[in-house]
Nanobody
């Protein structure tokens, strides 16, 4: 059974930092492209950052470029999102996503989400 377990969310002041973690269980981690998405109240879920499996190439939403960093540990089967210079617009539930990169429409999995709140 595949599980993605996120942690690291919480309340932080504007300008602060948080690191989110997502531990993967039940899949061959090195076959999966890993991503972080977020969903703010009343808004659609949006892609925040992606890291490829083999090349570890990364992509970011324009709104987080220069502030967020995605990286992965293929030994610990964990993907991270380091968030800095947080602002209230970053408030959302953050979701970990895994997609099998071996096929065009590879299997996808979601974590349960972790709340990030940026407020004075």
């Amino acid at each position: 059974q595949v599980q993605l377990v996120e942690s690291g969310g919480g309340l932080v002041q504007p300008g602060g930092s948080l690191r989110l973690s997502c531990a993967a269980f039940g899949l061959t981690f090195t076959d999966y492209r890993m991503s972080w998405y977020r969903q703010a109240p009343g808004k659609e879920r949006e892609l925040v950052a992606t890291i490829d499996d083999f090349t570890h190439r990364t992509k970011y939403a324009d709104s987080v470029k220069g502030r967020f960093t995605i990286f992965r540990d293929d030994v610990e089967f964990t993907v991270y999102l380091q968030m800095s210079y947080l602002n209230p617009q970053d408030t959302a539930v953050y979701f970990c996503h895994a997609q099998d990169s071996r096929a065009i429409s590879g299997a996808e999995y979601w974590g349960q989400g972790t709340q990030v709140t940026v407020s004075p």
